[in-house]
């Protein structure tokens, strides 16, 4: 849908919806918020709870976030990789949510030159190095060509593990929002220079993605609409990217985000920035160096109500591929009026988070309003298993 046209009113978020081959409940998505909980690189008993919890509580589809496509595209330790020994749990956790009236969904994606790993290699466009010092390998173009057939063997597992949507992430500094970014990507082959050129390896995935689960699962794609960083990919561009997908047909939606994990981390996120949680996180002398420069790396954006709305408009009035709306979103009043703007979902993540419950209770009426405070405490708790830290200050204990 593009805007609503004048007189016509805006669709109910709380009544049933499509979403490519997939009918959801309603059109307010959990936002995939890394869960921590994977210690095997496979479904957990607790990951399975957090996900049936999100479904319990109303959203229409929940995500499992992230998968990465390769050992090497993880982002973070307790992360489950695609493997064979992970196809099991990855159908028990769809049965699972299924079972409490939600669909699921699974970001899939290669973390590039973020998060550090034991046992992957920092791959990027370029050779250059992390904010830390950390080499980054620039991938071979063999390498490129296996992380296409990756994401295609990936999201055929999900489809055949009985997921309902897979989300190909292609923001957040990640490997191939990095191919889109002029700051990180500086190739002099067919996947560097121009647009069209960083943009063919987001093209090839898409394609590659689409071939494998045909209409199984629906395909989505959370991109950046800005780096949020000097040089990065602006909106402009990113906007022109949006524009070759949607011409390449195989996606059912854009989920628009912003920033990313390579610099300048709160710029996705808006709200506190917890330095002091995340130096206590932080070993030897990268502890020192972010006690040193930790105003500068995580430099902190008030934060305000459906943050990314007003950029995300540009994208509406663009675009005729279904878009869903992200970013600070945590009132009724702001899902309707995304409504009213034309974009056809929601997707909330800090707000449910804290209120797993949220989505039943704005549709009953009893909320209209999260109470998550943009702390961004839990960014922390990604390393001991992701919750609201507020509310459940100890780790879980995960099995
Ligand atoms: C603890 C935590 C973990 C996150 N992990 C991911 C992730 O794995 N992949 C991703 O694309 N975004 C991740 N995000 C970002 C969210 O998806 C979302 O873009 C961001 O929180 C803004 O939405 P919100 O205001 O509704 O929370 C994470 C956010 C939080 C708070
Ligand atoms: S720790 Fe809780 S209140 Fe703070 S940002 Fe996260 S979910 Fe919101």
Request: with cysteine.
């Amino acid at each position: 849908m593009t805007n609503v046209p004048p007189g016509q009113a805006p669709p109910d978020p709380f009544a049933p919806a499509v979403l490519g081959p997939v009918r959801l409940r309603n059109r307010i998505l959990k936002a995939a918020t890394f869960e921590g909980m994977s210690p095997a690189n496979k479904v957990s008993s607790s990951l399975i709870e957090f996900h049936r919890t999100m479904a319990a509580g109303g959203t229409a589809m929940t995500t499992v976030s992230y998968v990465a496509v390769s050992r090497d595209g993880m982002g973070a330790p307790a992360e489950i990789y695609i493997h064979e020994a992970a196809a099991d749990g990855l159908a028990e956790i769809a049965e699972v949510v299924h079972a409490e009236g939600a669909k699921i969904s699974a970001q899939l994606g290669h973390a590039g030159a973020v998060g550090l790993v034991r046992g992957k290699r920092l791959l990027g466009p370029s050779k250059t190095r992390t904010i830390a010092g950390v080499q980054v390998q620039a991938i071979t173009r063999a390498e490129i060509d296996e992380v296409v057939h990756q994401f295609g063997a990936g999201a055929n597992m999900l489809a055949a593990a009985g997921f309902d949507c897979v989300e190909l992430h292609f923001g957040h500094h990640y490997l191939v929002s990095a191919f889109l970014s002029p700051k990180w990507n500086k190739r002099t082959d067919d996947y560097g220079g121009t647009l069209e050129n960083r943009a063919r390896l987001a093209r090839r995935i898409l394609v590659t993605v689409r071939e494998q689960v045909g209409q199984r699962m629906a395909v989505i794609a959370k991109l950046n609409m800005t780096d949020g960083v000097p040089g990065g990919l602006d909106p402009a561009d990113s906007l022109r990217v949006a524009r070759l997908l949607q011409a390449d047909g195989g996606l059912d939606a854009i989920e628009l985000t912003g920033g990313g994990s390579q610099a300048n981390q709160m710029f996705m996120f808006r709200g506190g920035a917890p330095r002091k949680e995340m130096a206590a996180v932080l070993r030897g002398p990268q502890r020192l160096g972010f006690r040193l420069a930790g105003r500068a790396l995580l430099r902190e954006y008030p934060f305000e109500e459906a943050y990314f709305l007003p950029l995300a408009r540009q994208f509406r009035s663009a675009l005729a591929l279904p878009l869903i709306l992200l970013g600070g979103i945590n009132t009724t009043a702001s899902i309707k009026s995304a409504m009213a703007g034309g974009f056809d979902f929601v997707a909330m993540g800090r707000a449910l988070l804290r209120e797993p419950d949220l989505v039943t209770r704005m549709s009953e009426g009893t909320a209209t309003s999260g109470t998550c405070v943009h702390c961004n405490k839990c960014m922390i708790s990604i390393y001991s298993g992701t919750r609201c830290v507020l509310d459940h200050p100890e780790p879980p204990a995960i099995s």
